[in-house]
């Protein structure tokens, strides 16, 4: 497959990512492929039902785990999300997924193929199966976008009329037909990105590995190819894997999401659940920038003794989110509270919020009522503190 070669070939120069804005383009070339010892391969039956199952996945580089276990399955169909911080052990990941990559030890099921027990050449076909797009696009600057879109073709074997129609067909499945002759210097990089998807289509493939597919591009830019991903995902059925740093990405398409550190998957579900109540440290901070926090003014005014207000955090979601909280609230457990921030918004459709309540007094019992009332509605209750007055 395309993404197998690009990332051992060592010589064409690959286009870089121009700005929108016409920035300096950049040149990046891939890293290469990094040989490791294979390892008995773990003995685990498929089962049929996932495109990736990964079992017990471990890798180290010296004294450091770039994988510590990693098990994890990408149902047909699905677009899942894996997010970590730079180091977490994403690119690995990703390696041993096509195989340029041997783990230590585990098992890599792709269609229910252990390719931890394939040679190099069995590989080949299999990589076919997985399209690759790159964060930086990896065009070959001396070949038109056709040329680009139907290199992988080329690269099998294919005759030159299979290969001109089906670069046609992905063209205009990504909207770019008019610049088949065009060269990627020319291009916008969201442009540059749309070849890049169609090349990894042209194969047929039966998964997609998205590694950092719009970290390079503008908010606009990068809304449009997240739609376009979600549009040939629901045209297509095309099984997507997107490993990304950028919580927002996950959050426009995917269905669920993995939550990678140090090598480890410390949480996993449904985008929306894993919004609503993330369970680990570390995604409660990528999700840092996107979910309402309390503002600083108000936060610098905390104490942890007693005040005139207390300061309640209020995390809803599903049906808890949908009704008249606050008002029945007011009924169930009469008395001054107000909302001091928050807000409501929805991901995957459902209704995710997260609220400030200020309660007033230092009544013990009141405030009892107030969270009593929230938890039996569903709400994941948090008392940040307390407020010498109004804020």
């Known amino acids: 497959m395309i993404g197998a070669w690009l990332a051992e070939m060592d010589g064409p120069r690959l286009s870089g990512p121009p700005s929108r804005l016409r920035g300096t383009e950049t040149d990046r070339e891939m890293n290469q492929h990094v040989t490791a010892e294979r390892a ?5 039956q498929p089962t049929g039902r996932e495109v990736v199952r990964l079992v017990g996945l471990k890798r180290r580089f010296g004294a450091t785990a770039a994988l510590d276990g990693v098990s994890l399955t990408v149902r047909r169909g699905e677009i899942l999300g894996i997010i970590g911080r730079s180091g977490a052990g994403k690119s690995t990941l990703i390696r041993c997924l096509n195989g340029l990559e041997r783990p230590d030890s585990g098992a890599v099921f792709i ?125 297509l059925g095309l099984t997507i894997l ?36 993330p369970k680990s440290e570390i995604t409660r901070s990528l999700l840092g920038g996107i979910r309402p926090q309390l503002p600083p003014e108000i936060a610098s005014q905390l104490i942890a003794g007693e005040g005139a207000e207390t300061i ?17 609230l007011a009924v169930a457990a009469p008395g001054r509270f107000r909302l001091v921030h928050g807000g409501v918004d929805h991901v995957q459709g459902q209704p995710v919020g997260t609220l400030f309540l200020a309660v007033a007094g230092a009544e013990a019992a009141h405030l009892a009522r107030v969270t009593t009332f929230l938890k039996d509605r569903g709400a994941r209750v948090e008392v940040l503190g307390h407020v010498a007055g109004p804020v």
């Open 40 to 44: 008995d391969p773990v003995r685990i």
């Open 242 to 277: 997107l490993i990304t740093h950028e919580m927002e990405v996950i959050r426009s398409i995917a269905d669920r999401v993995a939550v990678i550190d140090a090598g480890r998957i410390v949480e996993e579900g449904a985008v929306w659940q894993v919004f609503a109540n």
């Open 111 to 235: 269609e229910d193929r252990e390719i931890g027990r394939l040679s190099e050449r069995e590989l080949q076909p299999l990589r076919r199966r997985i399209g690759m797009v790159f964060q930086h696009f990896n065009l070959l600057s001396a070949k038109t976008v056709e040329e680009n879109v139907a290199l992988p073709l080329k690269i099998e074997g294919r005759p030159r009329a299979e290969r001109l129609a089906r670069a046609a067909e992905l063209l205009q499945l990504v909207g770019l037909s008019e610049k088949a002759n065009a060269y990627p210097a020319s291009l916008s990089g969201g442009q540059k990105q749309r070849v890049g998807i169609a090349r990894a289509l042209a194969a047929r493939p039966a998964l997609l590995l998205s590694d950092e597919a719009t970290s390079a591009l503008d908010p606009e830019t990068t809304r449009s190819i997240l739609a376009l991903l979600k549009d040939i995902n629901s045209r």
């Open 312 to 328: 309640l955090r209020i995390d809803v979601a599903g049906e808890a989110a949908r009704g008249a909280l606050l008002s029945d």
